[in-house]
């Protein structure tokens, strides 16, 4: 990517000496009291670099502005990112409490069901005792 500014750069230098060597013609340049006389060529790309300098001051304040709210987004993002990893943990803990519940659970009705140690000791009756 620096390597396409760095050639476009030197296009538009190139352009702008072909330009200043073809128009060589003096000037007369009136602003307020001042008064100069210089090539049209000059006064022209001073123009134009004046130009360049009040765009760039014009949108320098929203460019900080811009960077500004994306650094405060980009906290925002990792506060959230946080957070979500402080979920996911409990979360995953909340799973492991409720699969050892059900395992106790699994136990305990399973012990439910069997018959107690005594009962299979005792003969059945034998019908008319």
Not at 10 to 22: D, G, K, P, T
Not at 43 to 69: D, F, H, M
Not at 116 to 124: N, R
């Amino acid at each position: 990517m620096i390597t396409v500014f760095l050639v476009l750069g030197l296009i538009i230098a190139v352009v702008a000496v072909i330009f200043a060597l073809q128009n060589t013609a003096a000037v007369t340049v009136s602003f307020f009291i001042w008064q100069f006389d210089q090539s049209l060529a000059l006064v022209l790309l001073l123009a134009v670099a004046l130009g360049v300098l009040i765009a760039v001051l014009t949108l320098l304040p929203t460019v900080i502005r811009e960077k500004w709210q994306l650094s405060g987004r980009r906290k925002k993002i990792d506060a959230l990112g946080k957070n979500l990893e402080e979920a996911r943990i409990k979360l995953a803990e909340k799973d492991q409490k409720i699969q050892d519940l059900e395992t106790a659970l699994q136990t305990a009705q399973t012990q439910a069901q069997l018959p107690p140690a005594a009962a299979e000791t005792t003969p059945p009756a034998l019908p008319g005792e």
